[in-house]
């Protein structure tokens, strides 16, 4: 299985700014990769697919980049609605494998 | 408008065989490119990626669970199902289905399953 590293686990941040998570895959997956946030008691939604294409209806504050093994996800101008665990998913391998996620507050 | 909704037995003791549908909206799973994934969450944990169905009845599992899942569809329902065979009370999760694109691109809000003696 492809084993996935994500960072930080936690992440406290103030309005407005702008915070990096990082996926780190133990093999290349070839920008096979997806971000997905999931809100308190919500189901994950898709924000971020191919590395660094964005989802349908998802705000251009979020990008994603990254090739061969590392891959981030960025946020731009932070939003209250943007709490939130972040999980990345590879999609190149089966069995598909998930993050372990990280939960980021609001400072 | 894509939607998709799961349902299931909410409670089932441990052995015994759980049964998930999917039921959605929006897409149709006989059309190229398309597929549904079965994915599942413990109640604060991570998500893990249990099987999914594509539109040619190519089917993928995830081999830790070992031999215990069976997924399949009935295209003209709009209906996707996984079976999962003995559990035991580490398969107490939400249950989730999910098109599959690449990306799962849209999530049922997902079926809260105990296992409980």
């Known amino acids: 299985d492809i084993q996935m590293t994500q960072s930080p686990a936690s992440l406290s941040a103030s309005l407005g700014e702008t915070v990096t998570i990082e996926c780190r895959t133990s093999?290349?997956?070839?920008?096979?990769l997806a971000w997905y946030h999931q809100k308190p008691g919500n189901s994950p939604q898709l924000l971020i697919y191919d590395a660094n294409s964005l989802a349908d209806g998802v705000p251009s504050r979020f990008s994603g980049s990254g090739s061969g093994t590392q891959y981030s996800l960025k946020i731009n101008s932070l939003q209250s609605e943007d709490v939130a665990s972040y999980f990345c998913q590879q999609y190149n391998n089966y069995p598909y494998t998930f993050g372990a996620g990280t939960k980021l507050e609001l400072k | 408008q894509v939607t998709l909704k799961e349902s299931g037995p909410g409670i089932l003791q441990p052995s015994q065989t759980l049964s998930l549908t999917c039921t959605f909206s929006?897409?149709?799973?006989?059309?190229?490119?398309?597929?549904v994934g079965w994915i599942r969450q413990p109640s604060g944990k991570g998500l893990e990626w249990l099987a999914n169905?594509?539109?040619?009845?190519?089917?993928y599992y995830n081999p830790s669970l070992k031999n215990r899942l069976t997924i399949s569809k009935d295209t003209s329902n709009n209906q996707a199902f996984l079976k999962i065979t003995n559990v035991d009370t580490a398969d107490t999760a939400t249950y989730y289905c999910a098109r599959e694109l690449p990306g799962m691109d849209a999530w049922g809000q997902g079926a809260s399953v105990t296992v409980s003696s």
């Open positions: 929006g897409f149709s799973l006989s059309t190229y490119g398309m597929g």
């Open positions: 093999e290349d997956i070839y920008s096979n």
């Open positions: 169905i594509w539109w040619d009845d190519d089917k």
